[in-house]
């Protein structure tokens, strides 16, 4: 008999018939399926969501260390503590200042900058209040110096962005200081010649051709420490600091004006005293004068603020002056501006004179002690390195 295939049960590829629960299979491996994908589309949108965030954080990092207004401040007050006022001038200004004729510029660069920075001592640098418009900053820059505080603030600006993300700031210009050293009281032949000072660890001269005004200007940048003295054999000043720490000058309202230093400079007034040395130096030029009146065996010295009179005889080898005591010249301390600058207490002192007198009438000899008080005045001049006192006698 031929064999009788059942269609029911055997499809007519040769696999099994599709009874239903074929059906039910098929259905639940799609099923599976689909499930697989699920997930797999999940980590991919959760790893572009965490990269995007990822993004956004790092953006925001770099905008607030890198890219940020502290940042370009930073960069500034590192200059300056290298030493290189170029750049800080660079970081701080788009021109280079047009200084006024005579000040000097010592202060921008080397070892006075770095001096005047390190005074300092540690700074903090921290974000102040930001403009209505978001786009300016100010920075503030803390420091304390001999125990007090200071700080400078900066104004910063954007000016854009870098690679569509990261915001570009610049600094606003800070126009270069000038600060005026100034010997006070100066006595007036002091200024006639040349007279340096130490200011910052360099030696500057202020006064350098006679006739020159006292004092000199320095350009600076802030913030900075001028440190200032003054020593020599008869004339000294102590140590004596000038904190710059705004970074405009008072009534400058125009960007044109901002790189332009003060027109009215910060001043540092060196305190002037006489050294010990200016009395010693006093004391043994009188002594010299005193002594060559003492030696003169005349009645009158010639120069000298003492004399006797009288109508006898004076045998010239009889004729001896001294003076009671030591006499010692006392010097007025440097006063206030508007006084004289040099003087010298007038000396109370007294000189005694022994002779023999021989009266012309009787020819009678007899010994004389004449004691004569005097009043002696005297000038004063001194310069740094020179005294001078001049007894003021007829």
């Known amino acids: 008999m031929p064999e009788v295939r059942d269609d029911t049960a055997t499809g007519t590829d040769g696999h099994p018939a599709n009874d239903g629960s074929g059906e039910r299979d098929a259905g639940a491996s799609g099923n599976r399926r689909r499930r697989t994908l699920g997930p797999a589309w999940a980590w991919w949108g959760g790893g572009a969501a965490l990269a995007l965030v990822a993004g956004g954080i790092a953006i925001a990092t770099v905008n607030t260390t890198v890219y940020s207004p502290e940042a370009q401040v930073e960069d500034y007050l590192a200059a300056l503590a290298a030493g290189e006022g170029g750049t800080a001038v660079a970081l701080a200004s788009s021109d280079t200042p047009e200084l006024a004729p005579g000040t000097a510029t010592d202060l921008l660069r080397g070892e006075p900058l770095i001096s005047g920075m390190a005074a300092l001592g540690e700074l903090t640098v921290s974000t102040g209040e930001e403009t209505a418009d978001g786009r300016s900053t100010e920075v503030l820059v803390g420091y304390t110096v001999d125990g007090e505080e200071h700080s400078t603030t900066f104004m910063v600006e954007k000016a854009g962005r870098d690679w569509l993300f990261f915001d570009r700031w610049r600094m606003a210009e800070v126009p270069v200081q000038s600060v005026q050293v100034v010997p006070t009281p100066l006595p007036a032949e002091a200024a006639s010649g040349p007279l340096t000072a130490s200011v910052n660890g360099i030696q500057a001269p202020l006064v350098t051709e ?20 003054f020593e020599s054999t008869y004339l000294q000043a102590e140590p004596t600091r000038l904190i710059v720490d705004h970074t405009a000058a008072e009534g400058t309202d125009t960007e044109a004006d901002a790189t332009e230093p003060s027109s009215d400079p910060l001043t540092l007034d060196l305190a002037l005293r006489y050294t010990d040395s200016v009395s010693v130096e006093v004391n043994e030029q009188l002594d010299r004068f005193l002594a060559g009146c003492t030696e003169q065996k005349v009645l009158n010295p010639a120069g000298c603020p003492m004399g006797y009179d009288t109508v006898n005889r004076i045998p010239p080898e009889s004729i001896t002056w001294s003076l009671a005591g030591d006499p010692q010249a006392s010097v007025h301390a440097l006063p206030a501006e508007g006084d004289d600058p040099t003087a010298v207490a007038p000396l109370e002192a007294e000189a005694i004179l022994s002779l023999s007198e021989i009266d012309l009438m009787t020819g009678e000899q007899r010994t004389v002690e004449h004691r004569e008080p005097f009043t002696l005045e005297a000038d004063l001049t001194v310069t740094p390195e020179a005294v001078r006192y001049t007894p003021n006698v007829p």
């Open 210 to 229: 006679q006739g020159q005004t006292p004092g000199r200007s320095f350009a600076v940048l802030p913030p900075m420490v001028v440190e200032a003295g």
